[in-house]
Each structure stands twice: as structure tokens, then as C-alpha cells.
């Protein structure tokens, strides 16, 4: 008997040993190895958009600068400033000279927000200028915190005909006013006589400007610039700037280190675990860092191996199953992988994009330009944020004018467009969106192939319990076929009129509001079409505060 039983037991040894060796080893190292390929994909597609974004902080921070030097250039390049510098030099009424030397310093002063000193160093060691931070006409702010001497200074930049950027330096205080100042110099120019030294120029700039173009920093990510000398040009919350980050020279595994610790002591990321990511900037000579906070990586790995753990749990129990569950999960896996490395793109950037486009058509007096670029800003910014959320009324139709201006002006002003809201339903609550595919249906389709003077109208009232808005054309109609099936909630899909959004639009009304929403379309053909819709008016949602107005 106990051989009989130590046969049974070999036998139930060997099929589980089978079991083992053909189906739960193979699926432990397939989801060991997916494990790990999961990982190192999530890990670049990380780095990847980090460095996108980081190249795209860089293209910013040179156009930045590049308006910054047209005030520089306008200084060392004017006719009279040069006649007044050459009268400087020569001694003549000095007194009289530098007063409307430095008239004309303020007069350039306010063309960009972040000027904090304009100066001028004559050849005869005359220093005139126009001073924010101290409103003095013998006390410059900036002359203290910089490195070299006003004689060494002189000598660098009138030494050549480029461009000299200078760090951020000590922190300038005069009273209650304090801020950190980089600087642009340049030595003046008289075209008259181009070798002749007449004296530089020097443009100190708030480092705010910086800080502005690098983003403002997260728990999960910060932006900062270090110099070529390793010194800190510019870094949100940090009383460091000006001083080394690591010694000349070091490097690129010191350099990490520094950066890491750097990063630290802001206090923004934690004391976990920094990964540093860099770009070098050619043109200044500066080398824009960002550091990111681990914490997210990581838990999403922990994630994936809870995960991976009850998989192969439920491996012991039933084989076949567990293969059909595996790749039910391997496809929302890499669903929710895309959607979360989607929701990290930091749209940033994208705005940044746009306002450096905005800033070079300015610069080019294209206003009209200008002007359609930061509607469209708004018009995305409203669209991303909370896409699904709660807005007032006041919030949803001035959004609406935005894009209709937007349409106005792509259509060279074809249609005209009136909106009238009942004053009490300003303030209530409604969700975004709603309205604009109905009003982009008037314009795309409505007014297509239309001669005549084109018009849309929107009104929205109070009737009892209900709110009723009416959406009404003078355009092409639609055909009594689709708008009944239109109206019976069957839309047809075309090549040339597609109304996939009215369709999305009317069941998020539904799925919003419920039994209670109605829609009716009302259409004849080279008449026009009315939309109507009637919601109940709901009150006590919270509202989502929308940005969507602002940059």
C-alpha cells in the first residue's frame, strides 16, 4: 500500500511538474519579460516627451531674448544717442547731455515688461542710465551684482561687435524692492565711423522672465538653467541663483549629481529618487535641466506587478481561463498605458507654441494675425481643461463668441451672428460644449453654397422648469428625410456633411440631462434651419472655474 501510494504520489508529482513546466512557467516568463518591456516603454516614452518639451522651452527662450535684444539693438544703433555719447565724451555741456541721454533711456524703458535698468558706458568712463529698482540718477542696481569691474566690463564688450549675455547674479535689493537681473550688452555703433569706440550699452533684465519660459514647477517636475561656468541662472523658488552648481569643467556624471541635489533642495520634488533630463542652448550658452519626480513611474510599475500577481494566481486555478483573461488584460494594459502617457503630455508647451508664434507676427505687425492666434489659444485652452465639466452660462457663451469670431474671420465676415441670453440665466449652470457643434452645423453646412446675406441667431430663455435655446439659420435647409430622421436620432454618415458631432452632441444632452432634454430640428430646404433644444434648468452643480478667457 505505501508503494501504491508512492506511485500516486510520483504520478501527481509529475503532472504537476508538468502543469508547471508547460503552462504556468511559460506564462510567468512571458509576463516577466512584458513586465519589463512595459517598463522600459513607459521609461521612453517618459524621456521622450520630457526632452520634446525641453526643446521647445529652448526654441521659446531664444525668441524671448531675440525681442529683448531689438531693444539692445535700437540703443546702440540711434543717431542721436551716438551724437549725444560723442558730445559726452568730448566734454561738451555734459550736465545737459546726460540728462537727455537718460530721457531717451526711458523712453525705451517700457517697451518690454521684465527691463529693469537700461545703461550706457561712455568711452570717457561716463556711466548714464535709467534705473527701476532704484529711481536714482547716481546708483545703478545692477553694477554690484555683476562679477567684473566697470573698467574689465568696458573692455569685453567694446573689445567686439556681438551680442554679450551675462548670468544671473546676486540678488539686488534697494528697499523693499529685490530681484535677481541678467544682462545683455552691446558696444555702440556709429556707422559714420564703425571702428571708432564711442562706449557700450547694458540691458539688465528681471530673471522672472526666465522662470516664466521654463514653466512653473509641480511636485512631479521642475525647469531650471545652469551656465557653461556652472553657476544657477534661473530657478523658481530658489535663493541660489548666481552661485555654482558644480565646478567648471565637471563632468556630465557630476553634472547629474549637482542637478539632482540642486533639485532637492528647491523642496518641490521630494527626497525621492530624481531622474535629470538636459538640452544646450548654443546661442546663450546655457543648458536648460529638467528634473522629474519618480513617484508616478514607479507606481505604475508597482501597479503592473499586483497586477502580473493576481494573473498568475489565477494561472494555479484555471488554465484556460487565465489565458483568456491574460489578453483581455494585455489590450486594457496597453489602453490605460497610452491613455496615461497621453494625459501627461503637459499641453504647455502647445501654449508656449502659440505664444511664440503670436509674439513673431506681432514683431511683423501682423495684428490681425495676432489676434486670431490668441482666440485660438483661449478656444483650446477653455476645450482642454475638464472637457466634460460644469461652466456658467456667461462662461459657455463668451467661449462661443470666441469661436465664432474665429469662423467670422476664416469665412472673411460672410455671416453675421446675433446671441441673446435672458439676463437671470447667466449665472446657472451647464455643460461645456454643448452648443458648438450645433453652431459650427449653421456655419459649415448651413451657410454652404449660400449667396445671399447669412445669419445665425441663438437665443436662450427661462419657460418654467426648462431652459429653451433656439439655433436658427438663414442657410441651404436640410432635406425633410434626414431632418426626420434627424429627429428620430439617425444620423447619416457622408463624405461631404457628417454630422457625427451634432449626433455626440445631442446624446451627451441626454446622457447629461436625461428623459427630460428635447431636441427638435426644424429645416426647409433654401429657407434655413432651427435647432431647439430645452433642458431642465438645474441649480447647486458646482462650476468649474474655466481659464478659458485668459492666456
Given amino acids: 500500500m505505501k508503494k501504491i501510494r508512492t506511485g500516486r504520489g510520483s504520478i501527481k508529482s509529475q503532472w504537476m511538474g508538468a502543469f508547471l513546466a508547460l503552462s504556468v512557467v511559460p506564462i510567468l516568463l512571458v509576463n516577466i519579460v512584458y513586465y519589463y518591456n512595459t517598463s522600459r516603454l513607459v521609461q521612453q516614452n517618459v524621456e521622450s516627451m520630457t526632452k520634446a518639451n525641453l526643446e521647445q522651452t529652448r526654441v521659446s527662450l531664444d525668441v524671448w531674448l531675440d525681442s529683448y535684444k531689438d531693444i539692445l539693438f535700437q540703443v546702440y544703433t540711434d543717431d542721436s544717442i551716438v551724437e549725444l555719447v560723442d558730445k559726452i565724451n568730448a566734454g561738451e555741456d555734459v550736465a545737459n547731455n546726460r540728462k537727455l541721454l537718460r530721457k531717451m533711456l526711458r523712453g525705451l524703458f517700457y517697451t518690454k515688461d521684465y527691463v529693469k535698468s537700461i545703461s550706457i558706458i561712455t568711452a570717457g568712463g561716463e556711466l548714464v542710465f535709467y534705473d527701476q529698482l532704484t529711481a536714482s540718477t547716481t546708483q545703478t542696481s545692477w553694477l554690484s551684482s555683476i562679477a567684473l569691474s566697470e573698467e574689465e566690463l568696458y573692455a569685453e564688450i567694446s573689445g567686439d561687435n556681438q551680442t554679450h549675455l551675462f548670468s544671473t547674479g546676486e540678488k539686488v535689493v534697494f528697499g523693499s524692492n529685490s530681484c535677481y537681473l541678467f544682462h545683455i550688452g552691446h558696444r555702440i555703433i556709429d556707422y559714420r565711423d564703425v571702428k571708432k569706440q564711442c562706449g557700450i550699452v547694458m540691458v539688465s533684465i528681471d530673471e522672472k522672465l526666465l522662470e516664466e519660459v521654463c514653466s512653473p514647477p509641480t511636485e512631479n517636475g521642475l525647469n531650471f538653467i545652469v551656465d557653461s561656468a ?50 544646450y542652448d548654443e546661442k546663450t550658452g546655457w543648458e536648460i535641466v529638467r528634473a522629474t519626480n519618480q513617484n508616478e513611474l514607479v507606481q505604475g510599475l508597482h501597479q503592473q506587478q499586483k497586477i502580473l500577481g493576481f494573473i498568475m494566481l489565477l494561472s494555479l486555478l484555471s488554465v484556460l481561463p487565465m489565458v483568456d483573461r491574460m489578453k483581455k488584460s494585455v489590450v486594457r494594459q496597453k489602453n490605460a498605458e497610452i491613455a496615461a502617457l497621453e494625459a501627461q503630455i503637459n499641453p504647455h508647451f502647445l501654449y508656449n507654441t502659440l505664444d511664440t508664434i503670436n509674439w513673431m507676427a506681432i514683431d511683423k505687425d501682423e495684428y490681425e494675425i495676432s489676434n486670431m492666434i490668441t482666440t485660438l489659444a483661449r478656444i483650446l485652452r477653455y476645450g482642454i481643461a475638464d472637457s466634460n465639466g460644469v461652466v456658467k452660462i456667461r462662461d459657455e457663451v463668451e467661449w462661443l463668441k470666441q469661436y465664432i469670431f474665429l469662423q467670422q474671420t476664416k469665412l472673411k465676415n460672410s455671416f453675421d451672428c446675433h446671441i441673446n441670453v435672458e439676463p437671470e440665466l447667466m449665472d446657472l449652470p451647464i455643460h461645456k460644449l454643448l452648443l458648438q457643434p450645433f453652431v459650427e452645423n449653421a456655419i459649415l453646412h448651413g451657410f454652404e453654397g449660400v449667396d445671399r446675406t447669412c445669419c445665425m441667431q441663438m437665443s436662450m430663455r427661462r419657460v418654467e422648469d426648462f431652459m429653451e435655446i433656439e439655433i436658427k439659420d438663414n442657410g441651404c435647409g436640410i432635406p425633410d428625410d434626414i431632418v426626420r430622421e434627424m429627429n428620430q436620432g439617425i444620423f447619416r454618415k457622408t463624405e461631404d456633411k457628417n454630422h457625427i458631432g451634432m449626433e455626440n452632441a445631442i446624446t451627451r444632452l441626454h446622457m447629461y440631462y436625461g428623459e427630460k ?29 474655466s481659464s478659458g478667457s485668459g492666456r
Fill in 230 to 279: 556652472g553657476y544657477l541662472v534661473s530657478c523658481a523658488g530658489s535663493d541660489s541663483l548666481g552661485e555654482s552648481v558644480f565646478p567648471e569643467g565637471a563632468d556630465q556624471k557630476t553634472k547629474t549629481k549637482a542637478y539632482q541635489d540642486m533639485a532637492k533642495r528647491t523642496g518641490f520634488l521630494g527626497e525621492k529618487e530624481l531622474s535629470v533630463y538636459s538640452v
Fill in 517 to 545: 432634454t428635447k431636441v427638435k430640428i426644424q429645416s426647409r430646404q433654401g429657407e434655413g434651419t432651427l435647432v431647439r433644444i430645452r433642458i431642465p434648468v438645474t441649480g447647486g452643480v458646482e462650476v468649474y472655474e
